[in-house]
Structures are given as structure tokens and as C-alpha cells.
């Protein structure tokens, strides 16, 4: 991303150039590409598509409270519902750097927030310290009023904290000497209430000298006010378990899911697990009904695994792998309706990319599973998914949550989605969630009494020192959104802006020179801005040229120049240092912007409008690094704001 940003205002003189005209260098395979960006920002706005208004809306409130940079997973449980109040837990930003502090705040029917931290013996907020994917907080309300709070928690000892007063999420203060299994390092709680007031917790337990790291549910009986280990739910040697979520049915039996890792940690995980556990007699089963006895080790296939491996593939293998999955229950059955989940069939360049989003479902015999979103269906690798999804499932509508994100060139740029299916209708539907935010990272779902879904977001990273979380409330009462496809919702996530337009994306290009293949032009204009997406001019070629045909005019107001190199020292000799912006109209060049020695990946030239049917920039200086070439990663061309 760029690490600089430089704005130039247009100079009020207009003269025409007298630069030597491009040269074209625009073969099939370039041709092809950006025919497909192209096609896939003309159809980021179909008539009719879109949210409706009054039509399912979810109108998103942001939380009166700033967030730490810290506050993201993907397997947490930061949101419950409990007598017509909503809680929600966060990392606060703390006093001290690469700290944070744990808070609950709680919304009631009217509106109305309280908020409070956890708090030490001598009544002081408590701080741990910043480990993302880790020590984030999960929250469960029990059947008698009262919060559970376990936090920060990566191989450390129980941090558990509850509340001395029902509903008070200022009085939650330390009673981790209560829970069984103590001297165990403790990472990834997820919980849920049963239907008969008690609490559970699922977590990894550590021992690390036994190259263990197994899963274990604990109960609290909300009656006499204790905790007991429930189960060693799965465990094995040389194996980590990964919690993804627990969810309780209509008839109180309690839903598992997880997924296995090697020992003794890593990014990319296998072998999605799911069972069931019954409080009344203490029993599990798989999908099918069959009893199950634990702890259930990773070798015990299906039906308890619903996404095994394919081919060859190992447990120490980059993919297959599995994340985050969540749970979606039937609403009015006590049965599995589907897990959703991220799933990467095949290596990339990234350990965190190429992950799509799937569901699976049980058929009565085996498991189906389905994509339901993934980067064929986005139309380019510049968008991914995050690593956060949920899923709910009430009235005859499924619906998963997710994040698309994609490393703009203005910077990171992610869009909450909701992909829907149910009112008889066949297939996925995808809907928004609020507007295209900087730094929306992770989510989390719940289906209360009502039946809407009320969805924490969160954006860690929005502000310089701190970030953001909303939450919305999505009905499903009344008619149903019309949806879109997810290449409309990628295609505005890359090529919209809240200043206008980029009418340059996917626009035919010419350059004067290549460096070699894989650096052509149209890179310069496919919306992403990576170092593996940058028109590279041939070392022999002095003074570059790159020329968009916008096809149309339009009244441009801003264009934007990245450029440079993304691993380059600070500060960056990798830029374009001297250059010109020039406007073509009524069959003339007009210059509009000189730049001259410049050292920012970023810079933005204020055009106020004016008109171009062409753009094109003419590099007297490509830069200064020994390797004399003009490396741009993207021009944009912003207009109709």
C-alpha cells in the first residue's frame, strides 16, 4: 500500500504537448484480460440490483466506543442476546503501546449504551497484551443474568472474568481460580448458552510436553454456580484442535464444530470436524446419528469430518485448508442445517489467500458441499475473502456472512456481504451490508428470539490510532431483496470510490515500451496494486509513455498515480520522479499536471473537472534506483464525484 501520499493541484496554464506519440503493445492474451475487467465494472450496477429500501433493510449503527487495532478473529464469540439487551465485547485501546483493555458494552431496547472494563482487585481496567487471532474476547450471558468473559487467552493460563451483578458490565470482575483443568494455556474460547440457563466453553488446552493440544468442553450450572469439564472432545498426538463454534438446538443438545492442525500450531488448518453432544446423557454423535466416542481423533473420517482431504494432500499440507467455520441451525427443528465455512483447495502465492466460501450440508447419507462464493466467481484475484465468516438459518432462509476485501491502490477496501437463499428461490443471492469501509476485518452473527440476525462488524484499522465496530439488525420479515451476483459486489468494491468513478479500470492501454512479460500496460489499469501487477518500461526506452483510452469523455476531477516498488526502502527510489499528466480532448493535448521530483508510491492530481476522452502520462524521469524503468502499479482516473 502506498506509504506516501502527494497532491498536486493542476496548473491553471494549458498547453499542448509536443511529447512523441505511444507506441501499441497490446497482444491477445492483454486484449482478453482487459476485456474480462472491463465486462466485470459494466455489470457492477445492473438496473433493479441492490438493496431495496424497505426491503430487508439493515441499517448499520456504529458502537460510541473506539476499538483497539487489535480486536479481530475469526473463531470468537464477541456478541450475545439476553433479555431484550445486546452485548458486545471488545480490545479497547489501553495507555500503554501493544496493549489493550477488554470491555462489554450493552445496548437495550431503547437504545441506550452502558459500558464497562474488566476490572483488576484494585478496581483498575485491566491490560493484556496485542496477539491478533488470539487475545480476543468471547462472551455468553447466562440463564440467570449474568456475563462470562474469557479473554486474551493464547497458551496462557484461564482469563475468565463475571460479573457480580446480573446484566452490569461494570461489575465484571476476575474468577479464573474457579475453572477446572488450571494449570492447561488456554487459546480460542467459543461459547453458548443452553436452553436451561447453563454456560458453555469450548477451548484448545496446551501440553506442549506431551505434543498435545486437545479440545475440551466445560459446563457451568447456572443452578449452583459451578464449573466441571464436561469432555476431552477430540484429541491426538502431534495434532492441535482449532474451535470454530458451538450452537445449542431446540432440544438442548449442543453443536460442535472444529478443525485440525499439526503440531503444535499453524496458519492452515484440515479436516473440518463436526459432532454433537448431548447434556441429558452425556453422549456424542456424528451427523448421522451414530454414537461417537471420544475424545474423537482426526482419523476418524466421515461423517464426523465434512470437508476431508482431497487427493494426496497431509496434514502438513499448505491446502487443503479449512477456517473459521460457523454452525447455521434450524430455527424451528433440533437439526443441522449446514456448517459455512472458508476453504482453500489449492496453494497461492499467500498463506492467508485463495480462500472461498462454502457450505456444507448433510443429505441423510453423506455430505454435500457447494462453493458458494470464490475468486472465479469475483472475476480477479484482487479480491479475497477475510478470515471471518457465520451463518444463520430461520423461516426457511439460510444466510451466510462474510467479508470481501481487496488491496486497492487507495488502500484496503472490504465490503460485509451477505450471501442469502430460502422464499422458494433457487441459488445464492448476494446482498451488502452497510457501505464499503477501510479496515473491515472480522464479523460475527446471531439469530435472536424475533428471527432477524443481528451481525457484529468490526474495523480495527479505520482510524490511525484506533478502529470501529457497528452492528446491524437484519429482518426477514417481508419481501426478500432482489440481490446481486458477487462480481457486482467485487466489481464496485474495486473500481467505486467516494470520490467518483475510476472510469479508467479495465480501459484499453498502449505504452511505448515492456520490460518483459507480465509487466504490460493493462496491469496499470486492472485495479490492483501489487508488485506482481505493474507495467515495467524496458530499460532502453528514456522517456515512457502511457496512454488510457477512455473511450468516452468525461469530466475527470482527480487522477491518481501509483507507483514504485512495494519491499523498496524509505524513501522509495523506485518512483516515478518527474512526469506530466496530460489530457486528450477536441483531437489535442493538454497538459494538466507536472510533477517533478517526487518520492511518494502515491500521488493525486486535482484535475477540477476537466475534460478527457484519453489520459496518458509521459515520464521524463522514470526514477532513481539503478535500474532506470518507470514501475507503476495503477492510474486511476476518478470522475462524477
Known amino acids: 500500500m502506498p506509504l506516501f501520499t502527494r497532491t498536486i493541484t493542476s496548473p491553471a496554464r494549458s498547453r499542448s504537448s509536443s511529447r512523441r506519440s505511444t507506441t501499441p503493445l497490446r497482444g491477445l492474451v492483454a486484449g482478453l484480460a482487459a476485456a474480462l475487467t472491463a465486462a466485470l465494472v459494466g455489470a457492477a450496477a445492473p438496473a433493479g440490483a ?212 499439526p503440531w503444535p500450531a499453524t496458519a492452515l488448518r484440515h479436516l473440518g470436524s463436526y459432532a454433537v453432544y448431548d447434556p441429558a446423557d452425556g453422549s456424542f454423535r456424528d451427523v448421522a446419528g451414530t454414537p461417537v466416542n471420544v475424545p474423537i481423533r482426526p482419523d476418524h473420517g466421515e461423517p464426523v469430518v465434512y470437508q476431508p482431504f482431497t487427493g494426496d494432500e497431509t496434514i502438513t499440507s499448505p491446502y487443503p485448508a479449512v477456517q473459521t467455520a460457523k454452525i447455521a441451525l434450524d430455527g424451528s427443528n433440533p437439526r443441522l442445517h449446514g456448517i459455512a465455512y472458508r476453504y482453500r483447495p489449492e496453494p497461492t502465492g499467500s498463506t492467508f489467500a485463495g480462500f472461498d466460501v462454502r457450505y456444507a450440508t448433510w443429505d441423510g447419507s453423506a455430505w454435500v458441499r457447494e462453493t458458494v462464493a470464490d475468486r472465479a466467481s469475483a472475476g480477479t484475484d484482487a479480491v479475497q475473502t477475510s478470515a471471518t465468516i457465520d451463518a444463520t438459518h430461520a423461516q426457511g432462509v439460510t444466510r451466510i456472512y462474510f467479508v470481501a476485501e481487496a488491496q486497492a491502490c487507495g488502500g484496503h477496501r472490504s465490503q460485509a456481504v451477505r450471501a442469502e437463499r430460502g422464499h422458494g428461490r433457487a441459488g445464492w443471492r448476494f446482498v451488502p451490508l452497510g457501505d464499503a469501509q477501510r479496515g473491515l476485518q472480522r464479523l460475527r452473527a446471531l439469530t435472536g428470539t424475533s428471527g432477524h440476525d443481528t451481525v457484529y462488524l468490526t474495523a480495527p484499522m479505520s482510524d490511525v490510532h484506533h478502529g470501529r465496530v457497528w452492528h446491524a439488525a437484519v429482518p426477514r420479515t417481508g419481501r426478500p431483496p432482489r440481490g446481486e451476483t458477487f462480481a457486482d459486489i467485487t466489481g464496485r468494491l474495486l473500481g467505486d470510490d467516494s470520490a467518483g468513478t475510476n472510469v479508467a479500470l479495465g480501459a484499453p492501454v498502449t505504452v511505448s515500451s515492456v520490460l518483459r512479460e507480465g509487466a504490460e500496460g493493462e496491469n496499470a489499469v486492472d485495479g490492483q496494486c501489487t508488485d506482481n501487477s505493474r507495467w515495467i518500461s524496458a530499460q532502453d526506452d528514456p522517456e515512457p509513455v502511457i496512454t488510457i483510452d477512455l473511450e468516452a469523455t468525461y469530466p475527470v476531477d482527480q487522477v491518481r498515480v501509483y507507483s514504485g516498488y512495494h519491499a523498496a526502502p524509505i524513501p522509495a527510489t523506485d518512483v516515478l520522479r518527474d512526469f506530466t499528466i496530460e489530457f486528450h480532448r477536441d483531437g489535442r493535448w493538454h497538459q494538466v499536471a507536472d510533477i517533478a521530483g517526487n518520492t511518494s508510491m502515491s500521488v493525486v492530481a486535482e484535475t477540477d473537472g476537466a475534460a478527457a476522452d484519453q489520459v496518458r502520462l509521459v515520464i521524463t524521469d522514470p526514477s532513481d534506483s539503478p535500474i532506470d524503468v518507470a514501475r507503476v502499479f495503477e492510474i486511476e482516473v476518478i470522475s462524477g464525484g
Open 50 to 261: 441492490g438493496p431495496v429500501p424497505g426491503v430487508h433493510d439493515a441499517p448499520i449503527e456504529q458502537l460510541p466506543f473506539p476499538v483497539d487495532t487489535s480486536n479481530q478473529a475469526g473463531w470468537w464469540r464477541p456478541l450475545d442476546m439476553f433479555g431484550g439487551v445486546t452485548y458486545f465485547a471488545y480490545n479497547a485501546p489501553a495507555t500503554t503501546g501493544s496493549r489493550h483493555e477488554v470491555h462489554v458494552a450493552a445496548r437495550d431496547a431503547g437504545g441506550q449504551w452502558t459500558a464497562g472494563c474488566l476490572r483488576d482487585d484494585a478496581g483498575d481496567c485491566v491490560t493484556y497484551p496485542d496477539d491478533i487471532g488470539h487475545n480476543q474476547p468471547s462472551i455468553v450471558v447466562d440463564g440467570a443474568g449474568h456475563i462470562h468473559a474469557f479473554v486474551s487467552m493464547h497458551n496462557d493460563p484461564w482469563r475468565y472474568y463475571r460479573t457480580t451483578m446480573p446484566g452490569d458490565v461494570t461489575s465484571l470482575v476476575d474468577a479464573s481460580d474457579e475453572m477446572p483443568d488450571a494449570p492447561m494455556g488456554i487459546t480460542y474460547p467459543v461459547t453458548a448458552r443452553g436452553n436451561d440457563g447453563d454456560v458453555y466453553v469450548m477451548v484448545r488446552a496446551a501440553r506442549d510436553s506431551l505434543a498435545i493440544r486437545d479440545g475440551r468442553l466445560y459446563r457451568f450450572d447456572v443452578g449452583n454456580q459451578t464449573w466441571s469439564r464436561e469432555a476431552v472432545v477430540a484429541s491426538a498426538t502431534n495434532y492441535s484442535f482449532y474451535p470454530n463454534d458451538l450452537q445449542v438446538d431446540t432440544s438442548g443438545r449442543i453443536h460442535l464444530a472444529w478443525e485440525w492442525g
